[in-house]
């Protein structure tokens, strides 16, 4: 059910960072926005006119605004012309109101390769960010290759790159030299989508990775968690990734009747110099990838908690969790028929599903099996009675309509379950193209669905301006040490981190919360959501020579961390006992121990925490 990196390795330094990916809506005030849009315009994918009953002519973004339909950024009309795009399949709108789009590259849907598109504002000419391979002929001139030895499937049972979403990348840097060496806070918008390889079919995948692309850095970078799928034999029954999207730090993705919860790591770029006493020093500047962890759930059933559970029948002396009730409607429920996925700040966690049971979404769905916590999990688990009360899990939720219900009592309009469905501009509701259609329709949550625009020829995907947001937060400690020294570190509670000076083995309490970089210098441990209060830190010393010890507290709310600094000659088998004292705020501090006091040759160093917290609330922009 879960899988844990209790200990990833430090990754060789690239410009761009992923971490604590999550969907962000800049404030609008902050920038300019593109021309000609404005808050609550949709954009949809589509073709300009018909010929003989089929899309001709340019193909491209349209704009919907108050039910009116725009031309706002179109390719050629032409398909001999390289810069020839099919309908777009996957449509997005960035914090600056530029449009993004993913397209297949030629007419029709097979052995097209799949291009990445932007427009800058209406009437723009589409500009061309990237070119995926489809098949082993001829690439299109005139488009980058980010990915020149990746080789997608067919456009057969669907498009071979999905789920295109806006998500944020947080990264940390810390630098000696910047800032008083006080851990920066860096937000970074990007265009993050799900590539599916292989050299047929996507029934015959053979693999599927996430890519992002740095909205203002150009820069891409494909060490993403991959989005979900299922490999088995036969081939026709593989379950590719259809769907996937950021929030709160995690990228979620589903398959057919799988969801994945993936924590992104968090980035920190570190540089700094390393004292070594007589022997000098030396410079380093290292890019890490801190925390991280998968944890999905595929096929179990689902528990709507609109319905009452009912006794299982299990006898009264069971350990309770697992429940004593279960989740039987008619029958039991299992998770099936998934297509699309959205994050809606009034529904929660969204999936659209054409699994008549299941149909058409189910939302608020449950993280207890999702989480980073797996104390909780039995809260999910019920003894099943027709399995001799073995307990099994099931998956939290709340239909969006009662069950049976699929189309719009009003209008007798089916809801739409495709994979163009998003969340509707301001929340509370879900937009979409309906399969076969020539509009663009709301559906509310009382279940009505509403018209907004009709006359698209052939809409294939719909983005909206704003995105809906929600970055990540809380806090992160990290600890750079400078050796010659073994650490450990103890926190309130007494979960452990570090190298125990009894066995001189690496502890890890923390699981997947949990960080370290590995033997060398400087040597760095982190710990995700730390426990406010007063930590204990033991360092051993391993050779003789100067140390130090670099705490960095950060809450990801704020662009400036803290820092506070420890010094001291060590001493082979000597040991220094530290508190170090964490508070809700991030801030932290080191207090040595009466008996430390004359082991410290440097002494104790307190950054950020009285003027330079001030500089919080300045801009990072100045360079100091």
């Given at each position: ?484 020294v073994d650490v450990l570190l103890t926190d309130p509670s007494g979960l452990q981190i570090g190298i125990d000076p009894a066995t001189s083995l690496f ?118």
């Amino acid at each position: 059910m879960r899988s844990f990196f209790n200990r990833p390795e430090p990754a060789a330094r690239i410009v761009i960072a992923f971490a604590a990916l999550a969907a962000l809506a800049v404030p609008r005030t902050a920038q300019a926005i593109a021309p000609g849009v404005q808050e609550g315009d949709l954009f949809v994918g589509a073709a300009s006119t018909t010929s003989f009953g089929q899309p001709a002519g340019a193909r491209g973004i349209f704009r919907v605004r108050d039910g009116v339909v725009t031309p706002f950024s179109l390719g050629s009309a032409d398909p001999n012309d390289p810069g020839f795009f099919d309908i777009p399949h996957d449509v997005i709108v960035d914090s600056q109101g530029r449009v993004v789009w993913l397209a297949p590259l030629g007419v029709g849907s097979y052995s097209n390769h799949v291009g990445l598109f932007r427009a800058s504002g209406e009437g723009a000419t589409p500009e061309r960010l990237a070119i995926f391979r489809v098949g082993d002929h001829d690439l299109d001139e005139g488009y980058p290759n980010p990915f020149p030895n990746l080789q997608l499937c067919r456009y057969d049972n669907g498009p071979p790159a999905i789920g295109l979403h806006l998500a944020s990348n947080r990264r940390v840097e810390i630098d000696d030299d910047v800032k008083g060496g006080l851990p920066q806070i860096v937000t970074e918008e990007a265009y993050v989508m799900g590539l599916i390889y292989g050299t047929g079919g996507i029934s015959n995948l053979s693999g599927a990775q996430t890519v992002s692309y740095g909205a203002t850095t150009g820069v891409w970078d494909d060490s993403l968690p991959p989005p979900i799928y299922l490999m088995r034999a036969p081939a026709a029954n593989n379950s590719p990734p259809v769907d996937m999207i950021s929030h709160a730090g995690a990228l979620y993705s589903i398959d057919d009747y799988g969801l994945r919860r993936s924590s992104t790591p968090l980035r920190v770029d570190a540089s700094g110099r390393v004292d070594l006493g007589p022997l000098g020093g030396f410079e380093f500047s290292l890019g890490l990838r801190l925390f991280g962890g998968d944890h999905e759930v595929r096929g179990i059933l689902i528990d709507d908690t609109k319905i009452p559970n009912v006794p299982s029948g299990v006898p009264p002396e069971y350990p309770n969790p697992p429940r004593h009730d279960m989740p039987l409607e008619w029958a039991f429920i299992p998770m099936s028929g998934f297509r699309s996925l959205v994050y809606d700040p009034q529904l929660g966690l969204v999936i659209s599903s054409n699994y008549g049971p299941i149909a058409p979404y189910i939302t608020q769905i449950s993280h207890t099996l999702l989480n980073d916590n797996p104390d909780d999990d039995l809260q999910a688990y019920f003894y099943h009675p027709y399995l001799g009360f073995t307990p099994v899990p099931s998956l939290g939720v709340t239909r969006m309509f009662p069950p049976g219900q699929w189309v719009d009592p009003g209008t007798g309009i089916w809801y739409p379950t495709n994979a163009s469905v998003i969340g509707a501009p301001g929340g509370g509701g879900l937009v979409a193209i309906p399969t076969g259609s020539n509009s663009v329709v709301r559906v509310t949550e009382n279940g009505g669905v509403d018209v907004l625009a009709s006359g698209l020829i052939a809409p294939g995907a719909v983005g909206s301006y704003p995105t809906y947001s929600s970055p990540s937060a809380g806090l992160a400690i990290i600890i750079r040490v400078d050796s010659p020294v073994d650490v450990l570190l103890t926190d309130p509670s007494g979960l452990q981190i570090g190298i125990d000076p009894a066995t001189s083995l690496f502890v890890n309490d923390f699981g997947e919360s949990g960080f370290d970089s590995g033997p060398g210098e400087p040597r760095f441990f982190g710990i995700r959501n730390p426990q406010p209060g007063d930590w204990s830190i033991e360092a051993l010393g391993t050779d003789s020579g100067p140390f130090a010890l670099n705490v960095y507290g950060i809450d990801l709310d704020q662009p400036l961390g803290t820092r506070a600094r420890w010094t001291g000659t060590a001493s082979p088998g000597v040991r220094h006992d530290l508190q170090l004292v964490l508070d809700s705020a991030g801030n932290v501090t080191i207090i040595p121990e009466p008996s430390t006091l004359s082991l410290a040759a440097a002494g104790l160093v307190t950054a950020a925490l009285c003027a330079l917290r001030l500089s919080r609330n300045r801009h990072l922009d100045d360079g100091t």
